[in-house]
């Protein structure tokens, strides 16, 4: 059976055929490919179909499709069983090998997804100050956590509205939105609701609105200001931790957080999500402090052994210079690509990339809000969908989603090159 009769068969029993949206390849000509397996750097269809992969399960997969020792450690952990809803000590070695590794957290609680990690975190930090309204910046995407589904209103600095059906008005009440690169609106801010700030949560590297990179020096403002107000400041690493390095954008910018949430790698391409932070913050939560979180399946066994197995790959000293290295030669060979089209197509395209991550667009500059966006961006990149498909080439099906190399990419550049070119 065929791609489009799955999808169609799928449309009768799943709300869009998809559960998740991005999946649905909305405003492209292409119905979305089932995936049948993945092997290294490659995916297969169920049409037999092989594509070079750069959406690596939107981020986790940093060794790339169905590597040795992850698969090993869920085949393992599988034996012993998947669920035991009491204490069990692969959790135990995750978290400690963690904060081993990364020096400015003292404390994990395993959740089950970033989405998960993000509630409980704003939770944890209204919970601690005592106060209520928490500060996102428009362009950052925090998950599906209804305070988060945000977008920013008219009026004051931080006016917000909800972006989705279902959210109270009260809850984009607590909510206040402010621009990236932009300290004077975060400011203002602070100033428009003095000692009513919980936290600031932000992507110190956004990339699920396009790759937005934001400078050390907005980064160290935002935390300056939070201190000021006597607020918290919340890393939401759920995509650049232990991506960009091990210990992530706050390892990269000397920056520590009050609380950072992390997800996908930490659990190998298991479901997983973490809230992590100081003992004395941390402690707050349940059944220390007053402030509940539980799980059914949370800090789920196998995904705690998958999770340490991928972690141990990772903290190898040579492990990110050669991913980066990876990055670039594939980012070089999309360049030139491009750079062959003179006028017309894909002219206007050019790659922004940041470690192991990069990002498609029709923009020449680097861009650092998303109001610097290039208003119809899903035109070309229908184009450029219709073009790389074909070829071989599985980018993100949105022209917002951001690419992942993986370490397993360094084997299919010959190939790369070459379908590029086909």
Sequence with gaps: MNNTELFNRSLKVVPGGVHSPVRSFKGLDYTPRFIKKGDGAYIWDEEDKRYIDFCMSFGPLILGHN?????????????????????????????????????????????????????????????????????????????????????????????????????????????????????????????????????????????NNGLLTQSDEFLKGVQKLCKENYSLLIFDEVISGFRVAFGGMAEETGIIPDIVTYGKIIGGGMPVGAIAGSAEIMKTLAPLGGVYQAGTLSANPVAMQAGLACLKVLSDQQFYPNLEKITAQVCDLFFQWFSGYKEGEFSDYAIHSKSSLFWIVPSKEPLKSINEIPADIMTPFNKLENTLLPKGIYLSPNPYEVGFASSAHENVLDHLKESLWS
């Design 67 to 207: 590597n040795p020792q992850v698969k090993e450690a869920i085949i393992q952990a599988v034996y012993n069983g998947w669920s035991y809803g009491a204490c069990e000590r692969y959790s135990l070695e995750l978290a400690e090998f963690m904060i081993n590794h990364i020096s400015f957290i003292e404390q994990v609680r395993f959740v089950n997804s970033g989405t998960e990690a993000v509630m409980t975190a704003l939770r944890l930090a209204r919970g601690y100050t005592g106060k209520s309204k928490i500060i996102k910046f428009n362009g950052c995407y925090h998950g599906h956590v209804d305070s988060m589904l945000i977008k920013a209103g008219s009026g004051l600095a931080g006016t917000a509205e909800a972006s989705s059906l279902g959210i109270p008005a009260s809850y984009a009440e607590e909510t206040l939105i402010v621009e990236l690169n932009d300290l004077e609106n975060l400011k203002q801010c602070f100033e428009d609701h003095k000692n009513q700030i919980a936290a600031v949560i932000i992507e110190p590297l956004p990339a």
